[in-house]
């Protein structure tokens, strides 16, 4: 059938056809006690200044404390670390990082144990986005590895290849 014919699809359904990577948003909070979520609307947006978004639901819990905070990390999520990812995308959101090993970068926001990469932002700006904020975070740390990295695509996580 033509493609125009089957013009019901829904925006989750297209969405789900696009493969992304699969991070770590996370802060800490006044206490230093840190918490995050797993995300996959990560984007580049400019190279100078350094910016990047991320879109964080209004129903989460993290929306507000990120906000407030002004700092967090992207943690970008190895291969290995799909059982990582499953963790911070369920409830409940307390206790996400007992049994996961990371270290505060200079904000005090967590870089995760074997991430493929991180990037520590300020919150540069908070932008309407529907149900979700976008966030955009001024980049002002980062670090990469050689790990092969997590996929997310059509509702599953697999590893890359390189
Ligand atoms: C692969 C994947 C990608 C996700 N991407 C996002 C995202 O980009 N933004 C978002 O707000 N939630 C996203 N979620 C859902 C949150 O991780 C989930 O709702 C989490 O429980 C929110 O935690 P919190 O309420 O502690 O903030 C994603 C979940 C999965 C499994």
């Known amino acids: 059938m033509d493609l125009h014919e089957q013009a019901d699809a829904s925006l989750r359904e297209v969405m789900g056809t696009y ?25 580049s947006v400019s190279l100078d200044p350094p910016l990047v978004l991320v879109c964080i639901g209004h129903a989460s819990t993290s929306h507000a404390r990120l906000i407030t905070a002004q700092t967090f ?17 369920r409830e409940p959101s307390d206790g996400r990082f007992e049994e996961v090993d990371w ?4 904000s005090g926001a967590p870089i995760i144990e074997g991430s493929a990469a991180w990037l520590e932002c300020s919150v540069h700006e908070v ?16 670090a990469v590895t050689e790990r092969p990295v997590l996929v997310f695509h059509r509702g599953r996580m697999s590893a890359t290849d390189t």
């Open 19 to 43: 493969p992304t990577g699969v991070t770590v948003v996370a802060g800490a909070d006044a206490e230093g006690l840190p918490y995050g979520l797993t995300v996959n609307s990560f984007t």
């Open 103 to 106: 270290t505060p970068a200079a």
């Open 127 to 142: 932008l309407s986005g529907g149900d979700h904020s976008i966030l955009v975070g001024r980049v002002e740390r980062a």
């Open 73 to 89: 990390t992207i943690n970008v999520l190895a291969a290995d670390q799909s059982e990582v990812a499953l963790r911070f995308a």
